[in-house]
């Protein structure tokens, strides 16, 4: 695990940076402030920038955390009953910019058309009626390890994690590729285009605003889903593992793929695969203040289930998509600087 705990000196630099950051804009999504935060984030302390530097290029870690950031749980308020709530007037305002800017060292931040209406950060809390649902805002059953977004082309290099409030020490768990034994496992063969990788459930057209009154964007949005809806009916084969076949990337999510039909081969390997996975993966517990980078080539995560409260002390977390990739994903969004996937 890559680790940094921020000094009182950190602090005390931080602290009129974000203030003014934070004076300047009224919410975390204004994209005058999601376009500067590349350039203000040269502002951050030196050991900070350099600490998110060797984890971007050096990959020393599958798991990057970074502890000290202050959070006042009164200042904070209760958590939301549901993300719609959280946009404007958020009384973490000042930690977001903390976030984006940590998060604009390592890439472009961006966000989906398909989730929290198009929102660039995203509030994970507990919601009622989505307890037993595999997406993030369920809580009485585990959320299973995955690549984030492992069905799309355009998934992000990394996903962040800010931890507001976790009374319950709720962990979340994580595998890094690089403590598998992958000598031991049929490597070739999940290099192989021969796995079928369903959507996501919080990529559901019921988890979106049916109409954003833009018609370009809608048009963009219909299709998004119309597309994502094709994926389900005919599933594109896709390998499990690229990159370097001596220390590989992965993408996968057991949960959401369909084995039906798949060489006999490719389903053993798949299976060692996701056997040595559950043996290797370990539980991290996020503290208030803790910001956790998670590259999602180099690493599996998921979250233990906890019981929800709904009395406004539940676990409530930010999380970011990076990409060091943006114009990867040009055709899906409708402008070079519009940092929305449709």
């Known amino acids: 695990m890559h680790e940094l705990t921020l000094t009182p000196q950190d602090r005390a630099q931080l602290a009129p940076l974000l203030a003014e950051i934070a004076e300047a804009y009224d919410t975390i999504e204004d994209t005058g402030l999601i376009r500067r935060a590349r350039v203000l984030a040269r502002s951050l302390p030196t050991p900070l920038v350099e600490f998110l530097e060797e984890f971007r290029l050096g990959e020393p870690s599958a798991l990057c955390v970074l502890s000290g950031l202050a959070m006042d749980e009164e200042l904070l308020g209760p958590t939301p009953e549901h993300w719609r709530d959280s946009q404007y007037g958020s009384p973490a305002f000042t930690q977001e910019v903390f976030f984006l800017l940590c998060a604009s060292v ?42 984030e977004d492992a069905f799309h082309p355009c998934r992000g290099d990394y996903v962040a994690l800010m931890c507001l409030k976790n009374p319950d020490a709720v962990e979340t768990t994580v595998c890094d590729a690089g403590d598998l034994d992958w000598s031991s496992l049929d490597v070739a063969a999940l290099f ?17 605003r049916r109409s954003t009154g833009d018609p370009v964007v809608d048009r963009l949005r219909i299709r998004s889903f119309e597309l ?19 220390d590989p990337y992965m993408a996968l999510d057991p949960y959401h793929m369909k084995t039906e039909g798949w060489p006999d081969r490719s389903l053993r390997a798949f299976e060692a695969l996701c056997a040595q996975i559950e043996a290797r993966t370990r539980s991290v517990s996020l503290r208030p203040g803790d910001v956790v980078f998670i590259d999602n080539f180099r690493a599996v995560h998921g979250r233990k289930s906890f019981r929800p409260r709904y009395d406004g002390s539940d676990r409530w ?19 070079a600087d519009h940092r929305v996937i449709y």
């Open 228 to 246: 994502i809806q094709s994926w389900n009916d005919d599933p594109v084969k896709r390998p499990i593992l690229f990159g370097d076949s001596l």
């Open 317 to 335: 977390l930010k999380r970011l998509n990076i990409t060091r990739n943006l114009r990867g994903s040009r055709g899906w969004r409708p402008a």
């Open 192 to 208: 192989e285009p021969e796995f079928t990788q369903m959507p996501d459930n919080s990529h559901q057209p019921q988890n979106a």
């Open 106 to 147: 390592l890439g472009d931040v961006f966000g989906w058309a398909t989730q929290q209406d198009g929102r660039i950060m995203h509030d994970v809390l507990p919601i009622k009626g989505h307890e037993n649902y595999e997406i993030g805002s369920n809580s009485l059953q585990h959320l299973s390890w995955h690549t």
